[in-house]
Structures are given as C-alpha cells and as structure tokens.
C-alpha cells in the first residue's frame, strides 16, 4: 500500500508552520534559563534585594507597573507625584526589572519582564516591604512576609 502524499502546502503555510516551530524552540530555551536563574536564586535573590533597597517607592512602583499603567496612572494610583514616579520607573528599567510594554498615544505603559516570574520577585517585594500586589500598603497583614525595618 502507498503512503498518501500530502498535499503540496501553500507558501503562507510554510511560513506558519517554521514560526510555529521557532516558537517552540524559543519556548525551551526560556523554560531551560528558567530552571538555570532558579538553582542560583539566592545570588540572584540579593542582587533584587540591593535594587530595592530600603526604600518602599521604588518597590510600590515596581508592583504598580502591571502592564496597564502610564508613569501618570502609576503616580495617581499610589498618590504620589509623576516627579517621583518617573526617576524610579526609569531606574528599574536600567536594572532590567521593568520594560513598556505598549505605547498609547504619548502614554509609555509599564510591565515586569519575564524574570519577575521565574525569580519569584513580585512575593519577594510584597512580603519584605509589606505591600499589595498593586503597590499599595497592606493595611491587612495579608502578605506573607513582614516588613522589614
């Protein structure tokens, strides 16, 4: 019995077919420095902690920029002035802890990268600092850690 050919695919096919798998590919060796960041987390857990520091605006803005925020809905959002908002947001952009993920009109919306996942940074920030995931006080006690003074 013959093997059933198959038919000829069009070309807009192909291309669909070779993103697909470059794709999955991309998705392995993200899986693969996933597992790799992680063995080594105690090193990299105190590289965050010295980016955060003391100070609790910086990791309010951090947790406020979830992807859907300007520096001005950051900055009305936690109450705080977009003078203040933008160095910070601008700094841990440097760190590599903060990208724009969308630019709408002339408003920069802000997001975590990818690392804040596989590093477990979001829990770090609001168990030391006492915070909700949105950056705001935890009047609560409701985050797993306390703050630390």
Do not use: C
Not at 73 to 97: S, T, Y
């Amino acid at each position: 019995m013959k093997k059933a050919v198959p038919p000829q695919l069009d070309r807009d096919q192909q291309l669909l077919n070779r993103i697909s798998r470059i794709e999955h590919r991309v998705d392995s060796i993200d899986q693969t420095q996933a597992f790799a960041l992680r063995a080594d987390a105690q090193k990299h857990g105190a590289v965050v902690e010295e980016i955060f520091g003391k100070g609790m605006r910086r990791a309010q803005i951090y947790l406020a920029a979830d992807g859907m925020r300007s520096v001005e809905e950051i900055a009305e959002h936690l109450e705080m002035k977009r003078q203040n908002v933008g160095p910070e947001l601008k700094a841990l952009h440097e760190e590599g802890m903060l990208e724009i993920v969308d630019t709408i009109g002339n408003r920069d919306i802000w997001g975590k990268k990818p690392i804040d996942r596989t590093l477990r940074i979001t829990p770090f920030v609001r168990g030391r600092f006492g915070l909700t995931a949105d950056g705001r006080v935890d009047t609560n006690g409701k985050t797993k850690g306390k703050k630390r003074k």
